[in-house]
């Protein structure tokens, strides 16, 4: 039995992490990259900021650990998703990959959302129409660039664009596949109706394989450039909410997750197809077969924190931290919606934008940093209460990536949902998934949950304040009704 490596390709970095046959973690390497917002709601990146980093990380990883090439026997990978990239029959990329946080399909999807009632579109797919979908993307480019959806032999997502990269084989999995908004909820393939609405030739699709399922070995060029064995096999690997969710031990029906990165994931498992009425919640099939995964995955938390330390804060995390812990529970009524790149809770708006309500001259740092976990974990209130409604109510919710880092955020959201929330100890769950996913494909677990056994322990845990609980009651309140009394103004404001 050979090592395996699980790589984690994010919106802000490339993350790997390498386990030797039996599953001890040897190394670990990371390389950051950043997307580009070329205009207003566009999101792109260059995928050659991909190769660049899974090139040093591979590199850095072998020389932690001291093995050779021929060492390494599988690669799992987990990926943001949504985005989109047009590839020519010889191979080439032909734009920059447009990433889940790219709006600029908001048209097409106002005029497919005229030709189909919103419920079948959920009941068929798990999905709402929104831009935040592959097949949006694909619909503008065969609108806005005829000239390159034409010439494309394929559009993949950004993870299935790397196995394609690393192996020459066009493949997504189940849990990619639901993040087009064309996969059909009952028959496990691509929809015709769906992919009429979009008008796309459903050839430019890639095939649907398990994906804990081997794509293929390395190609010799690639191997060369990354410093491994072309025998090297690469598994087909997962949406990065699912795969985190793998990594995060999501494997029982009515358990509740929260991913804490970029994006926000929070997900409940459930062993039957089912819809959130409101359609707040997507559902799709997660990477273990025969579950279900009914999830909020595009919640701007991560992001807003992070741009809320780069343009306002403008200092370290440890400081917004350390500021928010001296504000008082509801930062003396300012509140912060976090529609940074349109909004997508307490229900989706395309036109969403991000709001300080209520900057009173007595309002200083502390309030402000304050203020942004907040309304962060007013969302995340919204999709708990969904999957409530769905009869996932687990007692306590388990929680990872980056975000559990601040115990002042940790906190919050355990008063603002009145919940138990149990951190991991490895907070980089996205990867270790991934991990897992090359282990399970070689052999070196017989299945997800022996995988999920050796690899879960769990961390701190945060028990909620119900004193803080009855009065963010309140300011919930506030914080929907903020919400519901801008969508006009959201609506007016694409006009200027």
């Given amino acids: 039995m ?59 990883v072998k020389k932690i650990s001291g093995i050779n090439a021929i060492d390494i026997g599988c690669i799992g990978l987990a ?38 009632d919103p419920d079948e579109v959920y009941e068929l797919v798990g999905a709402p ?57 009952t028959t496990l393939t691509w929809s015709k109706r769906m992919c009429d609405l979009f008008g796309i030739d459903m050839e430019k699709l890639p095939k649907i394989r398990p994906a804990a399922d081997v794509a293929g070995t390395l190609k010799p060029e690639v191997a060369e450039q990354l410093g491994l064995d072309r ?29 804490m990165g970029t994006a926000e ?14 359609r707040l919640l997507r559902t799709h099939l997660h990477v273990i077969p025969g579950i279900w995964q009914i999830e909020q995955g595009a919640l ?30 509801g930062s003396n009524g300012l509140v912060f919606f976090s529609g940074l790149s349109g ?32 309304g962060c974990a007013y969302g995340f209130r919204d999709s708990i209460e969904s999957l409530e409604k769905m009869n996932m109510s687990s007692g306590e919710i388990i929680a990872s990536g980056g975000g559990i880092n601040s115990r002042i955020w940790m906190q919050i959201k355990a008063d603002m949902v009145g919940k138990r929330i149990k951190t991991l100890k490895n907070s980089d769950s996205t990867p270790l998934g991934a991990a897992m996913l090359a282990g399970i494909a070689q052999g070196n677990f017989a299945s ?28 919930y309140g506030f914080y929907r009704e903020l919400f519901f009394n801008s969508c006009k103004l959201f609506d007016r404001y694409r006009e200027l």
């Fill in 2 to 60: 050979k090592y395996f490596l699980g790589i984690d390709l994010g919106t802000q970095s490339m993350k790997g992490i390498l386990y030797d046959p039996d599953g001890n973690l040897v190394a670990h390497a990371s390389q950051g990259y950043l997307p580009d917002f070329p205009k207003p709601n566009w999101c792109e990146q260059d995928v050659n900021a991909w190769i660049d980093a899974l090139t040093n990380v591979i590199s850095e």
């Fill in 79 to 116: 990926s943001q998703c949504g985005g989109i990239v047009p590839i020519s029959s010889d191979g080439v990329p032909l734009h920059k990959s447009l990433l889940w946080l790219d709006r600029r399909a908001e048209e097409q999807c106002d005029v497919i959302t005229h030709q189909i």
């Fill in 129 to 185: 129409i929104s831009a935040s979908l592959a097949a949006a993307k694909i619909a503008w480019f065969r609108e806005r660039m005829p000239e390159i959806y034409d010439k494309a032999m394929t559009f993949l997502q950004p993870g299935e664009f790397m196995v394609y990269y690393l192996t020459g084989e066009i493949v997504t999995d189940y849990s990619h596949a639901g993040i087009y908004g064309l996969l059909d909820s």
């Fill in 231 to 259: 025998t090297t096999k690469v598994v087909v690997g997962g949406a990065d909410q699912s795969v985190a969710s793998l990594g995060s031990g999501l494997i029982t029906p009515g358990d509740i997750l929260n991913v």
């Fill in 265 to 278: 994931i929070i997900a409940g498992a459930s062993d039957h197809v089912d819809f959130d009425k409101i």
């Fill in 300 to 329: 701007i938390s991560g992001a807003a924190v992070r741009w809320y330390k780069d343009n306002l804060a403008r200092c370290g995390f440890d400081e917004i931290n350390a500021a928010a812990e001296k504000a008082p529970p």
């Fill in 343 to 374: 909004a997508t809770s307490p229900l989706p708006h395309g036109y969403g934008r991000g709001i300080f309500f209520g900057l009173t001259m007595s309002h200083d740092f502390s309030h402000l940093s304050r203020s942004v976990f907040e």
């Fill in 448 to 475: 997800y949950k022996e995988a999920c056994d050796k690899f879960i322990e769990f961390g701190d845990s945060y028990e909620p304040n119900p004193a803080n609980k009855q009065l963010y009651d309140d300011m």
